[in-house]
């Protein structure tokens, strides 16, 4: 079967580093997709992946390994509205999208 | 404002009683998609619709059905709602599909409970 791991809590403090895990097993890979989802609101497009290596925007950046089915989006120089949940998603050889159960990011003064 | 409208935001439903999820675009997207979100879960696809007049199943579509009658609108119904329906609905579009930088934008959602 597919599957998408991710942490499903995480803690950090404010002004500090945190990366945030995802680890995949799909028919397939198309790329690696991160979405950011404030509670009760709808999940936001933050990052694409297609080729291995570090994809840096402003204080955030995602990472890929292929082949180790590996990725992870890192969230620098914290703020308080980062809380957040962190959805992983793949897009499989069929082009369908396989969503993580997300990873909630609690952030504290 | 261009996006993606849902309607309504909540709503509490019977057992038993049909129910139409609005969805409207305005940004000329050709693909669309359901989705419901539940606790513990990652989002599931119930069904999409890849251009206007094509629709396709998802990985849990029954019990559902959609129509794409044009470009702007995708409604979801539920013909006999049941409990375990009960469940945050959101609605997406993306401009293309397939491989790429394929990005999704979702509207607000509709939370919709089953008694």
């Known amino acids: 079967g597919q599957n998408i791991d991710q942490p499903t809590e995480m803690t950090a403090t404010e002004g500090a580093i945190v990366q945030i895990n995802c680890t995949y097993q799909?028919?397939?890979?198309?790329?690696l997709f991160w979405y950011q989802q404030h509670a009760g609101e709808a999940p936001t497009f933050l990052s694409y992946?297609?080729l291995d290596g570090l994809e840096e925007k402003g204080r955030f950046s995602s990472f890929l390994s292929r082949s180790k089915g590996y990725s992870y989006l890192l969230l620098k120089e914290l703020q308080m509205k980062d809380s957040a949940s962190y959805l992983c998603a793949v897009m499989d050889s069929n082009y369908q999208l396989i969503w993580g159960a997300g990873t909630k990011l609690i952030i504290k003064p | 404002i261009a996006g993606i409208t849902q309607a309504p935001t909540s709503q509490i439903l019977a057992a038993g009683r049909r129910m139409t999820l609005r969805c409207t675009q305005d940004?000329?997207?050709?693909?669309m998609y359901w989705y419901r979100q539940d606790l513990g879960l990652g989002l599931r696809l119930i069904h999409y619709?890849?251009?206007?007049?094509?629709?396709g199943k998802g990985e849990v579509p029954d019990g559902y059905s959609v129509s794409r009658a044009n470009t702007d609108d995708f409604p979801l119904t539920l013909a006999s709602a049941v409990p375990s329906q009960t469940s945050v609905y959101f609605c997406?579009?993306?401009?293309?599909?397939?491989?790429?930088?394929?990005?999704?934008?979702f509207g607000a959602g509709s939370r919709l409970t089953v008694l």
């Open positions: 799909t028919s397939g890979f198309n790329g």
């Open positions: 997406a579009s993306s401009a293309s599909t397939g491989a790429g930088a394929n990005v999704l934008t």
């Open positions: 619709s890849n251009t206007a007049g094509t629709t």
């Open positions: 992946n297609v």
């Open positions: 940004m000329r997207h050709n693909a």
